[in-house]
């Protein structure tokens, strides 16, 4: 199972730092990776981070604002956002590949959290 927490309402320019954690499941062996989905519009691929090297892939959308990273012992991804805009408006999602790459599609995701509202007010 995986538990997402830390969302919450912030105004723009502000920061949030979400985590996730895993049980149930070998953490150290899945690439974990972070989802949203704003109202009306289809999942996206926010960031991932492998297991194999911790290497890690940012949409573009994020990139240099939003940072992944885990800890293998507490077996919790976290991804902390900065400089946050209205657009990042959503329920965040975190997930775990069964894989030692880094996955963009969230059909290669086995397991998924609950969501946590990330609402971002201008």
């Known amino acids: 199972q995986l538990q997402a927490s830390g969302g919450g309402l912030v105004q723009a320019g502000g920061s949030l730092r979400l985590s996730c954690v895993a049980s149930?499941?070998?953490?150290?062996?899945?690439?974990m990776g972070w989802f949203r989905q704003a109202p009306g519009k289809e999942r996206e691929f926010v960031a991932t981070?492998?297991?194999?090297?911790?290497?890690?892939v940012y949409a573009d959308s994020v990139k240099g604002r939003f940072a992944i990273s885990r800890d293998n012992a507490k077996n919790t991804v976290y991804l902390q956002m900065n400089s946050l805009k209205p657009e990042d408006t959503a329920v965040y999602f975190c997930?775990?590949?069964?894989?030692?790459?880094?996955?963009?599609?969230?059909?290669?995701?086995?397991?998924w959290g609950q969501g946590t509202q990330v609402t971002v007010s201008s």
């Open positions: 997930a775990a590949a069964f894989s030692g790459q880094a996955q963009v599609t969230a059909g290669r995701y086995r397991y």
């Open positions: 981070i492998a297991w194999s090297d911790s290497s890690t």
């Open positions: 149930g499941i070998t953490f150290q062996r899945y690439t």
